[in-house]
């Protein structure tokens, strides 16, 4: 069984904030394979089914950012899953332009406070994750502030793009090599300006 935990905070005042990408991409999951995110369990919103042959368990933490470690350990342990090997977590990146992608199979928290915590809790830096791009921080601007704040119109589409290819990215990972899905989906995507 795999566990594809997308990070966010709960509540309508942060859905479509950048903070909220990796919710985002579970939700596109959910509803390509008709698994319903919605049993209150882990301290989370969840939802299990099968995507490409593969039992899995949709996970969005209802903790709050900074506590996402814990719902995750808690469903690691229940399903007595190796996160190394059967977990995934999606998430937003600043340092990735809006609707890029980077697949990894293990690395630091770079100082995001979900991956903070769900490493203090797992204790390991090793396991599958997906970066999805929400953009740097505008000078002056306050990091918290900023992805806090929801996406500007234009740039709602190719995002809605990203959380598609991120979920496509963790349905593959099922059931192909990370280092094939690494080098399809992390390549560079072409920039409007």
């Known amino acids: 069984m795999y566990i594809i935990a997308g990070l966010g905070n709960p509540g309508l005042r942060y859905a479509h904030t950048r903070h909220n990408a990796g919710f985002e991409a579970v939700e596109r999951l ?13 301290q989370a919103l969840c939802g299990t089914g099968v995507i490409e042959g593969q039992k899995v368990l949709l ?63 797992l204790g390991t830096q090793s396991f599958l994750r997906i970066k999805i791009g929400v953009g740097e921080k505008p000078p002056g601007y ?23 290819r991120a979920a496509q990215a963790a349905a593959r990972l099922l059931y192909e090599d990370p280092e094939r899905v690494m080098n399809e989906f992390n390549i560079k995507t072409k920039t409007t300006s």
């Open 59 to 121: 996970l969005q933490p209802q903790t709050y950012m900074n506590l996402s470690g814990e719902s995750i350990r808690a469903a690691c342990d229940f399903y007595k899953i190796d996160p190394e090997e059967e977990l995934i977590v999606l998430y937003d990146d600043i340092s990735l332009a809006p609707g890029q992608l980077r697949v990894r199979k293990k690395g630091s928290a770079g100082g995001h406070n979900g991956l903070k915590s769900i490493i203090a809790h």
């Open 142 to 164: 306050d990091l918290a502030d900023y992805v806090l704040s929801h996406f500007e119109k234009e740039t709602w589409p190719e995002m809605e793009e990203a959380f598609e």
């Open 30 to 42: 959910g509803e390509k394979y008709r698994i319903s995110i919605s049993t209150k369990k882990f």
